[in-house]
């Protein structure tokens, strides 16, 4: 096949099925499922693809205000809001920023670091993640480059590395 074909060729997405979790388990996303490492590969090897290291943190700003989040290798952090009557709380708890108007589930996103990287997947939310514009597939993990905007149902949320 030419070039010219390979290039018109729809892309070819992988539905993963992850194993039944509680989703406000923190998982270490690791080479276990090869499929998820296959997915977080092909994101990393990305031209222009920002990198974090140790000595960087993650900061999502909401609505102004700046939320610092350390990821270590290997490491996650849900990003939701509480819920009082059954006192869960995320571990980034986006309740003061009108989250529950504005559409945030209570476990909405799940943030991980794996090498350099940083990839953000949706939980099943209700009402939606966008990311950089792109409507992320529920339990797909997705590459996150200093500088984006992730948009939790109606709640827009900048991702910088700092």
Not at 71 to 84: C, E, I, P
Not at 102 to 123: A, I, N, P, W
């Amino acid at each position: 096949m030419d070039e010219q074909n390979d290039d018109k060729k729809p892309l070819q997405t992988t539905r993963l099925n992850p194993p039944d979790l509680d989703r406000s388990e923190t998982v270490i996303m690791s080479g276990n499922n090869p499929l998820v490492r296959k997915l977080m590969d092909k994101a990393a090897a990305q031209e222009g693809a920002d990198t974090v290291d140790e000595k960087r943190e993650i900061v999502l700003v909401v609505r102004g205000i700046p939320e610092r989040v350390s990821l270590s290798q290997g490491q996650t952090v849900v990003v939701g809001r509480a819920d009082l009557s059954t006192g869960y709380k995320p571990g980034v708890d986006l309740t003061p920023y009108d989250a529950q108007k504005r559409g945030v589930s209570r476990e909405h996103v799940r943030l991980h670091r794996e090498g350099q990287h940083v990839f953000v997947t949706d939980l099943g939310s209700a009402n939606g993640t966008i990311l950089a514009g792109k409507r992320l597939l529920p339990d797909q993990p997705t590459l996150v480059h200093n500088g984006d905007e992730l948009l939790l149902g109606g709640l827009a949320v900048k991702v910088l590395f700092d």
